[in-house]
């Protein structure tokens, strides 16, 4: 694979429903009502259900690994969660748009920066990507 700074990976368009929400809840175990109910969400102050930052991450991920075509080849990920992903219950739910670039080659591994989207606002900061490309 010929990679070079720069190269923007191929934009990525997530959707997150309330039922992918209960779904990651029953697989990683975290049932915190946050992000099920609107209830106790806004006991607690906020506008509504939010998406796990986890699911979030994980789901992101995949700019980079659809584009280098094998999820083993991350060598490592790290983010911030900058941003709340409200998941309205609408039964259409929220797009996030997740973008890669190229930001660094060397020794056979790329450094890709992501930026991922909603409504705008940047959901995930320094989200860094290493992905061996040789």
Not at 97 to 123: Q, W
Request: net charge negative.
């Amino acid at each position: 694979m010929s990679v070079e700074v720069g190269l923007e990976l191929p934009s990525l368009e997530l959707t997150f429903t309330r039922t992918d929400l209960v779904r990651y809840a029953g697989a990683s175990g975290d049932f915190n009502p946050i992000h099920h109910s609107d209830h106790a969400a806004r006991a607690i102050g906020l506008d509504g259900v939010l998406a796990h930052g986890m699911l979030t991450m994980g789901r992101a991920l995949r700019v980079v690994t659809d584009w280098a075509g094998d999820p083993a080849k991350v060598v490592s990920y790290g983010v911030r969660f900058t941003r709340p992903v409200p998941v309205p219950d609408d039964g259409v739910g929220t797009v996030v748009t997740v973008n890669g670039r190229v930001t660094r080659v060397s020794d056979g591994v790329a450094t890709v920066s992501i930026e991922a989207l909603c409504d705008g606002a940047k959901v995930l900061g320094s989200a860094t990507v290493e992905v061996r490309v040789d």
